[in-house]
């Protein structure tokens, strides 16, 4: 039997320069890919690309519809950092987005004809107890029962008139898009500058190493998923109160799920989801004109967040691995039996 010729071979260190670099080219081979998937459904590819990735930045409305958009998937993918740092496996954000939508909902029926702009505070605030408290029934079950927080919170996402004001007049894009920037900013502060956030990065990398130093998992677990979730149910309440305006079945188009890719391809970085963010925003936007004007299916767009999943995984396999020639050989003793 003929081995591959292609063998990977561990790195001595991990090569710090594709850290960064590996996200640019998966993002490069993910448009590769997509010039071929065009090709082979009978469409023009360099007309698609166009449609996808050029048409919507060539006018301002585009570029706030692209800032609307980043604003939910920056807000959840910020706080999914905060738990991946931690090894805590939150997949839940898409149902702490929609019980936030809720409760924000639920907070703006209380008003009345005469209450003031300032009531948007309490439906914010409303949102993000709502998205806490369900990322906390995570916590809870991982920290008392063990349960793996993977399935618990992904089950939780199935179970599940006060309006933000706009910035740019005639577009919809809302204060929420500031939002979401300073909580990037916030959550870099903690994870980079502040004891709590170097206690999450320990407890992830060397859980042993961090109970020797006296830091307390289970504290660490409830703090990142309660942050996390509330900055999932900020992001529905935001959805709600600023683009749509009312709350509906469809408050979010997987946001929370799309958040898990930001994340990683941000570097789990919080300052780093902000252009994984935009990257992601233009892939929703890009797939509604494809849909509008080439006709294609809505699916187009998970097609796309899937692909540049792949190929982000597949090139940070490149940071700990080499790739070395052995050219085309024969198998030996066991392995050619096999």
């Known amino acids: 039997m003929i081995q591959f010729p292609l063998t990977l071979t561990p790195r001595q260190e991990p090569a710090k320069s594709l850290r960064w670099v590996s996200p640019a080219i998966a993002i490069a081979l993910t448009v590769v890919t997509g010039f071929i998937l065009f090709w082979a459904l ?83 605030l409303a949102s993000a107890l709502g998205g806490a408290l369900w990322g906390a029934v995570t916590a809870l079950l991982r920290h008392r029962f063990h349960a793996n927080e993977i399935l618990v919170s992904l089950m939780l996402v199935f179970d599940s008139g006060a309006l933000l004001p706009v910035i740019l007049e005639g577009t919809r894009l809302h204060a929420g898009v500031l939002i979401a920037f300073i909580a990037a900013f916030g959550i870099w502060l903690l994870m980079d500058r502040m004891a709590m956030g170097f206690q999450f990065k320990v407890s992830g990398m060397a859980p042993l190493a961090a109970r ?76 509604e004109l494809a849909q509008s004007r080439l006709g294609l299916p809505s699916a187009i767009t998970g097609v796309y967040q899937g692909l540049l999943l792949f190929f982000i995984l597949a090139c940070d396999v490149m940071i700990f691995y080499r790739l070395r020639w052995t050219g085309f050989t024969k198998a030996k003793g066991k392995e050619a039996a096999r």
């Open 212 to 287: 020797y130093a006296g830091y307390r998992p289970g504290i660490l677990i409830w703090v990142s998923m309660l942050i996390s979730g509330a900055l999932a149910g900020l992001a529905g309440g935001i959805e709600a109160a600023g683009p749509l305006g009312q709350l509906t079945p469809t408050v979010s188009p997987g946001y929370g799920f799309a958040a898990i890719i930001v994340a990683f391809v941000g570097r789990l970085s919080p300052l780093g989801c902000i252009p994984a963010a935009f990257v992601m925003a233009l892939f929703y936007l890009g797939g």
């Open 42 to 124: 009978g469409e023009d590819p360099v007309r698609a690309l166009r449609t996808f990735f050029i048409a919507p930045l060539e006018t301002m409305r585009g570029w706030t519809e692209v800032g609307v958009k980043m604003t939910p998937l920056l807000l959840c993918a910020v706080g999914l950092v905060v738990c991946f740092k931690a090894n805590v496996w939150n997949i839940g954000a898409e149902g702490q987005l929609i019980m936030g939508a809720v409760a924000g909902g639920w907070m703006a029926l209380q008003c009345d004809p005469s209450t003031g702009a300032w009531f948007v505070i309490p439906v914010m």
